[in-house]
């Protein structure tokens, strides 16, 4: 990642910032270009590790072929063009924290929190949260809300904290092969869990995993999750139910499930904004939404016409940044410059004149 000032824990402080984006997908990341052309400094929040949102998260290795002058790109190859493209601009990136709270102030301005609890003043917001932000798929068993974050795990933050353990991994994709091969040798015992025979993981991931079930490392069972083993409120492991109906007791202290992501719309839908379809209704001029001050672009809005398409979200960035300048300094005479010839853009680009 080519970036700026990236912060994957909460600050302390709350952070004035001209302008906050709520998601770091490729319409967000274009809106940090499009205000920094105008001189104006944006924060990026998003609840993913890792910016570039649908892109990154569902289709980093799918060719793009409709973005202009691009024949074909990458979906995470756009995103790091992207990222490069922002660089100048030093946006300091918020990742792993959902915006939880977004509200209007009474002097105009927003307050908004992260779940992790950083807080933000801004002069204005723009949502470019797509289709809402990803959430793990849980493992849906009775009782396993209960030992989120404790036993059972949707995410790994430090792999040293699984070293020496009894896991059973559970998902036949990228996440839990990586984590099988990675942790094999270092757990007291690893057991693989995946619902059918065949991966969706890379083939190198799974022929490395089939070689450490033949050396004995670890086993691998076709099955799914059956039923917690809990022995006075401690996890004490998982029972499975193989594909031939066979019920496997695995001893574990930690369960590893990689079911993938869903998007959820979660607490946007809290803020009072106008929503059509659980898209936000925005206008066609300003993609302004139903709160003034507060704009939506990309994924996430609605409009007569709307297509939900990259295209289309780059072409409301750059809308949407005229009009969060006039928000936030109405005195300001607006000029439309070309970066081709602009002294002003071009200083801000880092480019020499
Ligand atoms: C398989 C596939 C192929 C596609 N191919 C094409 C194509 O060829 N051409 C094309 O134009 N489009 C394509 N699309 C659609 C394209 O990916 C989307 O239009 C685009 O990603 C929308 O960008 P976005 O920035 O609006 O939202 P997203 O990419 O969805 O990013 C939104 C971000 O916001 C974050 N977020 C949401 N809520 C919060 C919150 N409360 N707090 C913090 N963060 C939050 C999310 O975690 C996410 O990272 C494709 C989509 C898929 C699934």
Sequence with gaps: ?????????????????????????????????????????????????????????????????????????????????????????????????????LKKKDDGRFFLRTAAGTTFDAGAVVIAAGVGSFQPRRIGLEGAEAYEGSGIHYRIKSAGDFHGRHLVIFGGGDSALDWTNELAHRAASLTLVHRRPDFRAAPASVARMRELVAAGKMKFIEGLAHALHSVEGALRGVHVKGSDGTVHQLQADALLAFFGLHPKLGPIAEWGLELEKKALKVDTEKFQTSVPGIFAIGDINTYPGKKKLILSGFHEAALAAFAIQHHLYPQKKQFLQYTTTSPIMHKRLGVPD
């Design 1 to 101: 990642m080519s970036s700026e000032v990236v912060t994957l824990r909460p600050e302390v402080e709350t952070i004035t910032a001209e302008a906050v984006i709520i998601g770091a997908g490729p319409c967000g990341l274009f809106q940090v270009f499009e205000l920094g052309l105008l001189g104006i400094n944006a924060h990026l929040v998003d609840s993913l590790a890792t910016p570039g949102g649908q892109c990154t998260e569902l289709y980093p290795e799918k060719p793009i072929y409709d973005i202009p002058a691009l024949p074909v790109c990458g979906a995470q190859e756009l995103v790091d063009r992207l990222m490069q493209q922002i660089h100048p601009f030093n946006a300091p990136l918020h990742l792993g924290q959902e915006v939880s709270e």
